[in-house]
């Protein structure tokens, strides 16, 4: 950045007026700088300028022949920006279901736990029905530690779906995964699919089950052949799960 601009910046710094205006000025500014400079040493220019508040403050003058207008602008700035000053920043929609907010957002910028509770709500400890944050708790939550439904996270526990690193729930996907329907790097649950598989159904690369089935190669007929054992081992099971189950073995290498 030049000499110039710089100056010119610092000059801007200290102006309150709308964008427009603080262009307008900027170019004049900036204008007058360069046109000095062809004649002139760019330092000796900018000395006999003057200091940056100074010279903001003959523009002020300038643009503000009325005092009141500027403490006008001055108090309009401070209370636009306040908000965003408050250590802590909340939103509730004024929409409701059943009396709770369709959407609640509590956020301390300062990282301290907020909590917040709407159909969608995010914070640190949010409850709702789409849950966002450190410990969501919800229908669908996200975040950290997540506890729902469905549940997506670092640890997610959810009583029909859980994704994570570690995750636990009726059918759960991870690192090390927890569930009736376990797939993972390492998988425990009643139908196991992972590199390292417990279960009654174990299928992958270590295994240890009542029904297992090794996988140190994908062939065609390995889908086959884990649904075989899956209905084999659980013969109520819908077809459609089966189906997804077994599906999944295809993945493993």
């Not at 022949?65 to 408050?86: G, P, Q, V």
């Not at 190669?217 to 189906?243: G, K, M, N, S």
Request: net charge neutral; proline share 4%; with cysteine.
């Amino acid at each position: 950045m030049s000499k110039i601009n710089r100056y010119v910046k610092e000059v801007l710094s200290y102006i309150i007026a709308d964008s427009k205006m603080k262009e307008r000025i900027r170019e004049d500014l900036t204008s007058q700088l360069n046109e000095a400079a062809r004649t002139e040493d760019i330092d000796s220019v900018i000395a006999r300028m003057g200091d940056p508040k100074q010279v903001a403050r003959e523009f002020m003058d300038s643009i503000y022949e009325n005092k009141s207008e500027f403490f006008d602008e001055l108090l309009s700035d401070i209370s636009e920006n306040a908000k965003y000053l408050k250590p802590i920043y909340e939103y509730k929609s004024q929409a409701t279901v059943f009396g709770i907010p369709l959407v609640h957002v509590k956020i301390n910028r300062y990282g301290r736990p907020t909590r917040s509770k709407g159909i969608i709500s995010i914070s640190t400890l949010p409850v709702g029905v789409v849950s966002i944050g450190a410990i969501p708790i919800g229908i669908i939550s996200i975040g950290g530690l997540a506890l729902g439904v469905i549940a997506f996270g670092g640890l997610a526990f959810g009583l029909l779906l859980a994704l994570g690193g570690v995750a636990a729930g009726t059918a759960a996907f991870g690192g090390v995964a927890v569930g009736l329907g376990a797939f993972g790097g390492v998988a425990l649950g009643k139908i196991a699919i992972g590199g390292v598989a417990s279960g009654t159904v174990a299928i992958g690369n270590e295994i240890d089950g009542d029904y297992m089935l090794k996988i140190s190669r994908l062939t065609p007929q390995t889908c086959a052949e884990a649904a075989a054992l899956i209905r084999a081992a659980f013969p109520e099971l819908p077809d459609w799960i089966i189906r997804l189950f077994s599906g999944i073995a295809k993945f493993l290498r």
